[in-house]
């Protein structure tokens, strides 16, 4: 099965700041990563889907960029509602569909 | 407006069984894979199990596998989760999530674009 892994676990920063958490996979999965929030006490929510598609109705202070191992999530300008886990999931050649071990961003 | 909700969720013990529930509503419910993903206390996420529009295509996790089915019923747009012979480790919330099979010019993605908001499952003696 396909590992995902991704660093930092957990980051402060403020609001205003620009916050980038990387996403590695154990072998190339082209684009097939997409990426989620999790605000705490509530279900995830799709941000980024194919590595680098803003999802409809959310900010585009969100961007995903990379392809094959290596992907990155930006914030450009950290909101409060912003603190949340954040988790990137990969759908190479169909299931099993694994996710990271997610990034807990705290805010400042 | 979409709208996902679990149901099914409790207390069990070791080697019991539940039946979850995702009742689904505002969308074509017989056009969409279906998911459930599930997330233990205090842990990250976790995918389960997977079932296409039809039920032609359905997947598990190695974890559930022999001991989890999953179904639907596209009359009543209800997505189903049979737990058998339950574990501590099954322990968590476990959502209901859409997969609307986004296509660019070259690939599908397998994505979870709506979620449900959980049931809890507690696995003690």
């Known amino acids: 099965d396909i590992q995902m892994t991704q660093s930092p676990s957990s980051l402060s920063a403020s609001v205003g700041d620009r916050v980038a958490i990387t996403c590695r996979a154990s072998q190339n999965i082209n684009k097939y990563l997409n990426w989620y929030r999790q605000q705490p006490g509530k279900a995830p929510e799709l941000l980024i889907f194919a590595a680098s598609n803003l999802q409809n109705g959310v900010p585009p202070r969100f961007s995903g960029s990379g392809s094959g191992t290596e992907f990155i999530l930006t914030i450009s300008s950290l909101q409060p509602e912003d603190s949340a886990t954040y988790y990137c999931?990969?759908?190479?050649?169909?299931?099993?569909?694994?996710f990271g071990g997610g990034t807990k961003v705290v805010l400042k | 407006e979409v709208h996902m909700e679990e149901s099914g969720g409790g207390l069990v013990k070791p080697g019991g069984s539940l039946r979850l529930s995702c009742a689904t509503s505002g969308f074509t419910f017989n056009s969409y894979s279906m998911n459930w993903v599930r997330q233990a206390p205090g842990k990250g996420l976790e995918w389960v199990s997977s079932?296409?529009?039809?039920?032609?295509?359905?997947f598990y996790a190695d974890s559930v596998k022999g001991r989890f089915t999953v179904s639907r019923d596209n009359t009543k747009n209800v997505l189903f989760l049979e737990m058998d012979n339950l574990r501590a480790e099954d322990t968590g919330v476990y959502y209901c999530?859409?997969?609307?099979?986004?296509?660019?010019?070259?690939?599908?993605?397998?994505?979870?674009?709506?979620w449900g908001q959980g049931t809890r499952v507690a696995v003690s003696s």
């Open positions: 999931q990969q759908s190479h050649n169909g299931p099993p569909l694994t």
């Open positions: 999530a859409r997969d609307p099979g986004i296509c660019d010019m070259t690939n599908c993605y397998e994505v979870f674009d709506k």
């Open positions: 079932i296409s529009h039809d039920t032609t295509y359905i």
